[in-house]
């Protein structure tokens, strides 16, 4: 079973100022998949910040981490950075897939850098941070998630 962690990056709501819809969305999408989830946070839009709740997820077990927020084109949002900073390899195809599927949806979607990675034993999948959005983008690439999972829990922990 893909044993999964979310991570909701918004500045508003690790302030307590917004409620955290992404979150349980993505929960809930998750379990939908018959994924199992074993961590949350919420954490601001700063890079350290999310390297580090990433990089604990990853020690925690889990094979699938998701995080919501970000991934525009504002001057806060650094998810895409952050992950970058810390990845062992980027996989396109899950963010070029992303993309291209939610232009039938909004013209918007070509402003997101949604991306997916390897980051130590872990597959990292960024998502957009409006609910329907990271919900819709999750659908379009979950058929290659458990596969991916596998691989990456085969990265020695030494990377």
Known sequence: ???????????RAAAGAYEDHGGP??????EGYGWKVIA??????????IQATVRAFSAQGCGLVLTTGGTGIA???????????????????FGETMRM?????TPNAILS??????????L??????KPSGAVEC??????AIDHAVKLALQVPTSC
């Open 101 to 105: 599927q939610s232009l039938g949806i």
């Open 138 to 143: 999750l659908s379009f690439v979950q058929g």
């Open 124 to 129: 990292v999948i960024a998502l957009p941070g």
């Open 75 to 93: 001057v806060r949002d650094v998810t895409p950075e952050a992950i970058r900073g810390i990845m062992r390899v980027e996989i396109p195809g």
């Open 25 to 30: 969305a993505l929960r809930a999408a998750s």
């Open 1 to 11: 079973m893909t044993e999964v962690g979310i991570v909701t990056i918004s500045d």
């Open 40 to 49: 949350e946070a919420v954490v601001p839009d700063e890079i350290g910040q």
């Open 113 to 122: 850098r949604s991306l997916a990675a390897v980051v130590d034993r872990s």
